[in-house]
């Protein structure tokens, strides 16, 4: 694998980037025994090879999940397709690690509280390619958020789908964009710090290059955003490799608003 890299973005900050060992999704949110848990996954789902699950309590009643599993769908010839598993927990944190045992294309992530189940898709294939967090996104399809701890700078890619999936491999193939008008602004709201928010903008209106130098910009319409870029918003309070939050992403383009799922975030040199 190669090293991270320094490198100096095209508003000349400094940021340190490169390969991650974690490659995080953000499912969504599930309300189950009174309570509300966002899900992610770290890594792929593939017969035979063991994946965690990250399950945190966000609102509701004081329910500790008592167990998760994979399963397809009633009347399928298997329906559990690993045995369920208790979480490692620390606060509002569990851990759950799934091994299935068959091939998983039409399963989905099975969360147990209070008695209860409830379900989610656990998109497989869709992973970050960018070194960022990538999330479900209702609306839109997924994306991917990105957080320099060294600078406090974001990165927001807008993604229509994760790519196409092969029955060879368990990673889908390159993201398809999601466009939409180069003037949106899009908000960041951190539940996790009494709601604070930060906006994101396009870098330029002509190329609006990453920093990696790569153009974002197709007849007007982009699917990359930053911050703070040139705005004067002050990114100190998002420093620090050990900084965490909780954040949802939100902006009205062709007027139609958009709101994500919150989702946890971290800076990528922690991942």
């Keep these: 694998m190669a090293e991270p890299v320094k490198h100096v973005d095209a508003s000349g900050h ?3 980037h490169g390969p991650t060992s974690a ?18 996954r770290d890594g792929q789902i593939e017969a035979g090879k ?16 008592s167990g998760a599993w994979l399963a397809n769908p009633p009347g399928s010839n298997v329906e559990k397709l690993c045995d369920p598993v208790t979480g490692d927990g620390h606060e509002q944190h569990w851990h759950f690690n799934v ?8 399963s989905k992530f099975v969360l147990q509280a209070g008695g209860e189940e409830a379900v989610v898709d656990f998109c497989p294939g869709a992973g970050p390619c960018n070194d960022g967090i990538m999330s479900v996104f209702p609306g839109v399809g997924f994306l991917e958020l990105k957080l320099h ?18 029955s060879w491999q368990a990673r889908t193939g390159k993201p398809s964009p999601f466009d939409i008008p180069k003037e949106t602004v899009v908000k960041l709201t951190f539940a996790s710090h009494e709601g604070k928010t930060v ?28 911050f703070p870029g040139e705005s004067g918003q002050d990114p100190t309070w998002l420093m620090g490799e050990k900084w965490r939050g909780v954040v949802s992403v939100s902006f009205e383009a062709d007027g139609k608003p958009q709101q994500s799922d919150p989702f946890v975030l971290v800076p990528h040199e922690a991942l």
């Excluded at 490659?23 to 848990?37: D, E, R, S, W």
């Excluded at 091994?99 to 039409?106: D, F, H, Q, S």
């Excluded at 190329?207 to 930053?226: A, K, S, V």
Aim: glycine share 14%; hydrophobic share 35%; aromatic share 8%.
């Design 14 to 16: 400094e940021h340190t």
């Design 149 to 166: 701890g060294d600078a406090g700078d974001l990165e927001l890619w807008l993604y229509a789908s994760a790519g196409k999936q092969t």
């Design 50 to 65: 063991e994946t965690e699950f990250g399950v945190e309590r966000i609102a509701g009643a004081e329910v500790v999940p």
């Design 99 to 106: 091994t299935p045992l068959y091939p998983v294309k039409k």
């Design 199 to 226: 906006e994101l903008r396009v870098r330029n209106g002509d190329q609006n290059e990453d920093e990696d130098g790569t153009p974002n910009m197709r007849g007007g319409r982009t699917n990359y955003f930053i």
């Design 23 to 40: 490659k995080i999704v953000a499912l969504g949110t599930v309300t189950v025994g009174g309570a509300t848990f966002m899900i992610d």
